[in-house]
Every structure is written in C-alpha cells, then in structure tokens.
C-alpha cells in the first residue's frame, strides 16, 4: 500500500536559515505529491503540490521537487521566517489532483519553530 | 499509544439516502477531532472540528452535520446525501490546544454518491 515517511521533528531554526525536511514515498504507480501546512490557530492548508515526475511545487518562497527515481519530495525554503512556524505534513494521493475524493495517505508531520 | 479508527474505509450511497461516518480515538482524553474533505482542486478542508464533548464547530455551510456524542467519538452525518458530498473524508485528532498540535489522521473514507 501507499505511504509517507517523514523527517522527525520537531525542527528548530533561526530566522533566515535555510530549511529542508524530508519526505519519501512508497506508492504503485504515479502519485501525486502534496505538502500541507497547519499554522497556529487554524486548519489544515494545501502548501504546493507536484503532479508528475520532475515537477516542481512552489508557494511562499517554499519549493519540493517530485523525485520519482528517489522517491522523494523534500521541501525547502532559502530563508525562514518566524511567520513560517507550523507544522508541516507531506502526502500523496493515487488519483490526479483535480478529481473529488483522491484519496490522500499522510506522513506525520514535522513541527518547525523559527525563532528571530 | 494513542490510536485512531476511522469507518467504514469505502462507502458506496445512493442520492437522498442518510450518512454516519465514525471516528474514535484510543489512548487519550479529550483530544481536539475534526473532520476534513478532500475537495477537487483545492486540497483539504477543514469541515467541522470539536474541542469537547457536545461542542462542534463548522467552517463551511453544508448538507452534513457533526456530532460528539462522546469524548472520543467524532460523527459525520447527512439525512440526504447529495452528488457533491461524493469525496474523501478525513478524521484527525490533536492534543491540547486547538489548531496548534501535530494532527494525527485516520485513514480515511472514500464516500460515492450515485
């Protein structure tokens, strides 16, 4: 079956610094690849998300490249920002993106912290 | 450890026929639980969520309704499904304060409307 394995956390950063965290995937065929952001004080949110091999995903200065031959899909950012605190949750879906009810699989999520 | 259970895992339903999705988790007391959509294009969203029991909250006007019978048991519901409720759903759970915890996620329903 399908799953996600993410960099344990939690992650603590100084403002600016450069970020990566870690996920890779197990999945049969050609998943599409999402990360998910939840901030203090609300809910869930799609970050970026990468639909094919080789496809980059970005949003808010965050990138993640689709790695199919490593299986991967980490998520970086050049420089961090307080504002950036959250936590952080890859996933992959079987389906495309665009049809309702892709089933998602979740890895555990990483909480950062940035301190100034 | 804390564990969370989530069915059925695939839920097939005519139109204008009820829903009950259920959720429980093991392992702790008073977790914070929601209930989450998978919607087309847009990623998840957050439905409902509760931080007690009989307490529910809801983001978004729909045909479902939540309900927290229990201090560990989340349900879904509908009294007339509709095509477009057809989606993945999603319970999650967290510990103390709301909206600030790593969620820890079932693993998931798959509802068609036909």
């Known amino acids: 079956g399908n799953s996600v394995t993410q960099m344990e956390g939690p992650v603590t950063l100084s403002e600016e610094a450069f970020l990566t965290i870690n996920c890779t995937y197990t999945?049969?065929?050609?998943?599409?690849l999402f990360w998910y952001v939840q901030y203090p004080g609300e809910g869930l949110q799609l970050l970026l998300k990468?639909?094919?091999?080789?496809d980059k995903g970005s949003n808010k200065g965050f990138e993640a490249t689709y790695r199919k031959e490593t299986t991967s899909f980490h998520l970086e950012k050049g420089s961090v920002q307080v504002s950036d605190s959250a936590v952080y949750f890859c996933?992959?879906?079987?389906?495309?993106?665009?049809?309702?009810?892709?089933?998602?699989?979740f890895g555990e999520g990483t909480q950062l912290t940035v301190n100034p | 450890s804390q564990t969370i259970h989530q069915w059925p895992a695939t839920l097939v339903q005519p139109v204008g026929s009820p829903l009950s999705l259920e959720c429980t988790v093991e392992g702790t007391s008073n977790p914070n639980l929601y209930w989450y959509r998978q919607a087309a294009g847009r990623g998840l969203q957050l439905l409902f969520y509760s931080v007690g029991i009989g307490q529910i909250s809801s983001e978004v006007p729909q045909n479902l309704s939540a309900s927290r019978p229990q201090d560990r048991q989340f349900i879904l519901s509908s009294k007339k499904l509709l095509l477009s409720d057809s989606g993945f759903y999603l319970c999650?759970?967290?510990?103390?304060?709301?909206?600030?915890?790593?969620?820890?996620f079932g693993s998931g329903t798959q509802l068609s409307v036909l």
């Open positions: 999945a049969t065929g050609y998943p599409s």
């Open positions: 996933a992959l879906s079987d389906q495309a993106p665009e049809t309702s009810g892709s089933r998602l699989t």
């Open positions: 990468a639909t094919k091999a080789d």
């Open positions: 999650a759970w967290s510990a103390h304060k709301i909206f600030t915890e790593k969620l820890f």
